[in-house]
């Protein structure tokens, strides 16, 4: 499987929009890849990282970044499938609901439109989420994701280039900073 990297461009506009919100969060990097996008939440203060990669060689390349640049706490590396490695995360909320994640990032395979379907309405059935995250896709510009999926309904839609970020919260979640909703 061909790794396609979240442009440089397209991550810095993810986190200038995320912004201070990161400090201090949970944050899941899911089908991580080299693990730039959680490495990314990791030094803008994210409290804890979660990367989920099933490809075995680029989980090891990704604990290798990490220890390379010195983190060794506060960060987990699960090399599972997507909603294996979710599934995870969900019981181990079971037990301590504190754990939920404020912002889970997926970036699937553009070409596997199947891995979008089946992990969104994972997610939008499972109670993974803390009440105000948000689910944060990364998708092609012209394949259109559903506005409602489950329990996550769309707030924002971000297009740059060839791609785009479409931003889904919980459909009873609490009012959001208005950061996370404008256009």
């Known amino acids: 499987a061909k790794l396609r990297p979240t442009s440089d461009k397209l991550r810095e506009t993810l986190f200038d929009i995320l912004g201070t919100s990161v400090e201090g969060a949970r944050f899941v990097d899911v089908y991580a890849g080299t693990g730039a996008i959680g490495i990314e939440a990791l030094s803008r203060g994210a409290a804890e990282v979660v990367f989920i990669e099933k490809h075995v060689p680029a989980a090891n390349l ?3 970044n990490l220890e390379s640049l010195g983190v060794n706490t506060g960060v987990t590396v699960l090399a599972l499938d997507a909603v294996r490695g979710l599934d995870r995360l969900a019981a181990r909320q079971e037990t301590d609901p504190d754990l939920a994640p404020d912002f889970i990032f997926l970036d699937p395979p553009y ?3 199947a891995e979008y379907n089946r992990v969104m309405s994972f997610l939008g059935g499972a109670p993974i989420l ?3 995250g948000r689910v944060i896709v990364e998708h092609r510009r012209d394949f259109a994701l559903p506005e409602k999926i489950g329990g ?5 839609l971000l297009q740059q280039g060839d791609a785009a970020l479409s931003f889904f919260q919980l459909e009873h979640a609490p009012q959001p900073p208005a950061s996370l909703t404008s256009a």
């Open 62 to 64: 990704i604990r290798q």
């Open 130 to 132: 803390a009440p105000c």
């Open 111 to 113: 070409a596997e439109k």
């Open 152 to 156: 996550l309904r769309r707030v924002r």
